[in-house]
């Protein structure tokens, strides 16, 4: 089944505690990305990759970090959380960039920082 | 950089009734596409709209675009309670640029 995998679903931290969302795909897609969710701002992308070794920031890069080494998988790392990172997390994936291709998103990371 | 815009922000009807939500935007765009979000969960795509296009269905979807207005609709006819998700749309100012996806609407279909 193609499908946008995310681990951790849910995950209650500290300040200051280095964490890693991971995100795979089984779909052989070139473009990846990550969002982050919060009530009245609606969708924001942080960073995306368009291929292996290629990634680029979005509108909310600061505080993260990621990386594309294989095709497959895209993690987000958070290298030292702070309280206003709180927020729902969506990987998504598509065939490519070209903005004509249907995203297709993992099922969430509830993240909390304490 | 917020593209799209959806209204309502909030939508409650009854089941069997039809559904009509709104997206504004500001520059000229590539294409619109639409996603649902059930809550919980990530969003799944609708369906997509060209510039050049005006009008397309997909089952009970039927999605309309005007270029001139900036402005897309998304009709959900004879809703069911499944139809209870929150509806975004997203768009592209260029084949190349990254999709911009406005806040939603939130739909509540009653049984």
């Known amino acids: 089944e193609a499908q946008v995998t995310q681990n951790p679903r849910y995950l209650i931290t500290v300040t200051g505690k280095k964490l890693t969302v991971t995100c795979s795909q089984n779909?052989?897609?070139?473009?990846m990305s990550w969002y982050r969710q919060d009530p009245g701002l609606g969708l924001r992308q942080i960073y995306y990759?368009?291929?292996?070794?290629?990634?680029d920031k979005g509108d909310v890069p600061e505080g993260y970090k990621v990386s594309r080494k294989e095709k497959r998988n895209f993690p987000l790392i958070l290298e030292s959380p702070s309280p206003n990172q709180t927020s729902l997390y969506f990987c998504?994936?598509?065939?490519?960039?070209?903005?004509?291709?249907?995203?297709?998103f993992g099922d969430g990371t509830r993240l909390s920082i304490l | 950089s917020q593209q799209g815009e959806e209204d309502p922000q909030a939508l409650s009807i009854q089941e069997g009734e039809n559904a009509t939500m709104n997206c504004s935007y500001k520059?000229?765009?590539?294409?619109l596409q639409w996603y649902r979000q059930n809550s919980g969960r990530g969003l799944v795509h609708l369906i997509l709209?060209?510039?050049?296009?005006r009008e397309k269905h997909s089952g009970r979807l039927r999605v309309t675009l005007d270029t001139s207005k900036k402005s897309s609709s998304l009709l959900i006819t004879a809703s069911r309670a499944a139809d209870t998700a929150s509806y975004f749309c997203?768009?592209?100012?260029?084949?190349?640029?990254?999709?911009?996806f406005g806040k939603g609407t939130r739909l509540s279909v009653i049984a």
């Open positions: 520059t000229s765009i590539n294409n």
């Open positions: 998504a994936s598509s065939l490519s960039k070209m903005s004509n291709q249907p995203q297709h």
């Open positions: 997203a768009t592209a100012n260029s084949g190349n640029t990254p999709l911009v």
């Open positions: 709209i060209r510039s050049n296009e």
């Open positions: 990759s368009m291929n292996v070794e290629v990634t």
């Open positions: 779909m052989n897609h070139e473009y």
